[in-house]
């Protein structure tokens, strides 16, 4: 059993949806970026999703954009990305990190060197948002015959005869951007999400977590309700790039993790 499948089966037997966020490694600068993440679990965090910063971030906002210009700027890189995850390790061997991002910096490493690299640094999952279903063989299949969960998207647009190409080999569960569009722009709406979540989950067994839109714990809460948990990225990256101290950061990420934990 992977750690996602472990943390799934114990929110499970808890009666709790999953708290998922999302951050920018390395963003405003590695050391800072890195005591965020450190804190993230004692803030209610379930799941971690660690962005591996890009130059042409194509699925995000003007939010994350900037986060990742930040962490390049510093000298953030995929290696120094996986070095967080070894330093988590230290610490925490039960919380999943699913690293998330783009194909470009894993396809210049060598898909077989990342796979190895990554399993050894306790990374748990993958999710790559510019490999559709049709590139399996790139990186999806690989992952999973290194025990390496990969993670896919369904979207608004996602209708019934293309979601059974996109939960094809996917694994951990099914990430459902409830917005048309990117990162941190329109807000996500319960009324509008519920259907898709069921939607989705009459055709797979895998826990469906929403993201894309959710800014405050009330609207976790709401999303929380329908779905197996929620995920806040850009309204977390938002504190980072103004400026909050870690603490004032993770204050705000409990705030969250409370509301998605009162579903």
Known sequence: ????????AD???KGKKAFVTYVMAG?????????IVMGLPAAGVDIIELGIPFTDPMADGITIQLAGQRALA???SLEKTLQYAR?????????????MGYYNPIYSRG???????????GIDGLIVVDLPPEEDSELCIPAQAAGINFIRLATPTTDDKRLPKVLTN??????????TGITGTASAQANDVGPEVARIKSHTDLPVIVGFGIKTPQAAADIAAIADGAVVGSAIVERV??????????AFVKSLADGTHSA
């Not at 099914?174 to 917005?179: E, G, P, T």
């Not at 790039?241 to 993770?250: K, N």
């Open 1 to 8: 059993m992977s750690r996602i499948d472990a943390k799934f």
């Open 11 to 13: 929110l499970k037997a």
């Open 27 to 35: 963003d405003p600068n590695y050391d800072k970026g890195l005591e």
């Open 74 to 76: 510093a000298g953030q």
């Open 87 to 99: 330093e988590f390790r230290k610490v925490d061997d039960t919380t999943p990190i699913v690293l």
């Open 111 to 121: 898909v077989d060197k990342f796979l190895v690299d990554a399993k050894e640094a």
């Open 170 to 179: 996917t694994s951990g569960f099914v990430y459902y951007v409830s917005v």
């Open 241 to 250: 790039g103004a400026g909050d101290s870690v603490a004032d950061v993770l």
